[in-house]
């Protein structure tokens, strides 16, 4: 079990009980307290997938592309630009793709993996709702960013998973792993499938298809935003950090659930967010023959974090409110100390609550020092532009 940076007790006790059933683990610099398996979280199966340690957004992930666009041509028209953004793009819980390019005839809808769903309604449910949603890009962290590296060269990026779709996958069969009907809510708790079983192999095949899913949403948004600008995509960096993957490790072919955790081998880039108020970063897993190095990859199962990490809940940081809006516990980051610190950035920011500020995170510097030199920051992207949902969405897809 390897753990990079400091962490509280709370997460590392769920590491603990993780690793108690897996075959090996790690906790990434940015982790934190999740669902049975820490944000951050990597652990390694035999045959087995964990459907909480992929979690409730499946393949939740990142994009970004880099554009032909330097920023003083963009410069003058942000303002409007983040309009265009918000007012195209779908935001929130439950939204659908209002754009008449909506990607809704995409060949993973006659995929046969939907089979796998029990029962000619629920299928038929589950997968008009995912039509409906692709494209879409929920509330809570979810984002779309428009960014300038170190030489001013434009880029867009995206962050959300498989909405609506992969969140009944995982609690379809979080509830067929209990022996309970498809639907029926049941207590978060580990469930490990042996997906040589009926069950485990329809649920590697539907978060399989999650995974394509997700990544023709975030491609189709991100591309969206870079019509709006008027740019051309020059390079396309894109990852799950909400997944399961065939992997070989020390030898061995394992599953490698990563939750909260970017894919990181030597030469794969990665795309990594810090918040709405700081820098992001392009990524790479380093090659390097240094024993050490190689060490510290082989105890992330080449892995990397995935954002800045929380340090606050968000209850504590937003407070708690009725469905009216009565306070019924303030919390602890106003919405001026929020727009405070992005007025300082120079961010333009269409959206947000204070559960998503600055303050309730991590430094991404900082997280990046302590995961060491397994990966080295290729670019450093600058928020221009954040849009995310108002304050007032509530998402239960998101990750």
């Known amino acids: ?18 690793a108690s059933r897996a075959v090996r683990a790690a906790l990434m610099a940015d ?8 944000i951050g979280g990597v652990a390694a199966y035999r045959e087995q997938v964990s459907v909480v340690g992929v979690g409730f957004d499946i393949a939740c992930g990142n994009a970004a592309i880099r554009t032909d666009l330097k920023r003083a041509r963009i410069e003058p028209h942000l303002p409007a630009v ?51 949603q692709l494209g879409t890009v929920g509330s809570g962290n979810h984002y779309v960013d428009v960014f300038a590296d170190e030489d ?18 995982a609690y379809g069969f979080l ?24 069950v485990g192999d329809g649920y590697w095949q539907l978060m399989n298809l999650a995974g394509r899913y997700a990544y023709a949403g975030r491609e189709w948004v991100a ?21 399961a993957w065939r992997e070989t490790h020390g030898g061995e072919e394992l599953l490698v659930v990563r939750k909260g955790a970017t894919p990181a081998f030597p030469g794969q880039k990665g795309f990594v967010g810090g918040s709405m108020g700081d820098d992001a970063v392009i990524i790479e897993g380093v090659a390097s ?54 007025k300082k950035k120079g961010v333009i920011l ?22 060491g030199p397994t990966v080295r920051v290729l670019h450093t992207l600058r928020p221009l532009i954040v849009v995310m949902a108002g304050a007032e969405e509530f998402d239960p897809y998101k990750d």
């Open 1 to 18: 079990m390897r753990i990079f940076g400091q962490h509280e007790e709370n997460t590392l006790a769920q590491l603990r009980d993780v």
């Open 31 to 38: 982790g934190h307290l999740g669902y049975v398996m820490p």
């Open 82 to 132: 983040a309009d265009a953004i918000q007012d195209t793009l779908s935001f929130g819980v439950g939204r659908k793709n209002r754009s008449d390019d909506a990607p809704v005839d995409h060949p993973l809808f006659d995929d046969p993996a939907w089979e796998a769903v029990p029962g000619k309604r629920e299928r038929d449910e589950l997968r008009a709702k995912a039509r409906a």
């Open 152 to 169: 001013d060269h434009i880029w867009v990026g995206v962050h959300f998973g498989s909405r609506g779709f992969g969140f009944g996958v």
């Open 175 to 198: 509830a067929l792993g209990q022996n309970r009907a498809w639907g029926e809510r049941v207590p978060e708790r580990e469930v490990l499938l042996d997906i040589h079983s009926p």
């Open 223 to 243: 591309r969206k935003v870079v019509s709006i600008l008027g740019g051309t995509e020059l390079e396309l960096v894109h990852n799950h950090h909400n997944f």
């Open 289 to 342: 023959d240094d024993s050490e190095v190689r060490a510290l990859q082989e105890g992330a199962l080449f892995s990397t974090v995935h954002g800045a990490g929380r340090v606050m809940s968000r209850t504590a940081a937003a407070g708690k409110r009725t469905r009216r809006g009565k306070v019924l516990k303030p919390g602890a980051i106003s919405r001026e100390m929020m727009q405070a610190w992005v």
């Open 350 to 371: 269409r959206g947000g609550g204070t559960d998503e500020s600055p303050h309730v995170y991590r430094r991404l510097p900082d997280v990046l020092a302590a995961q």
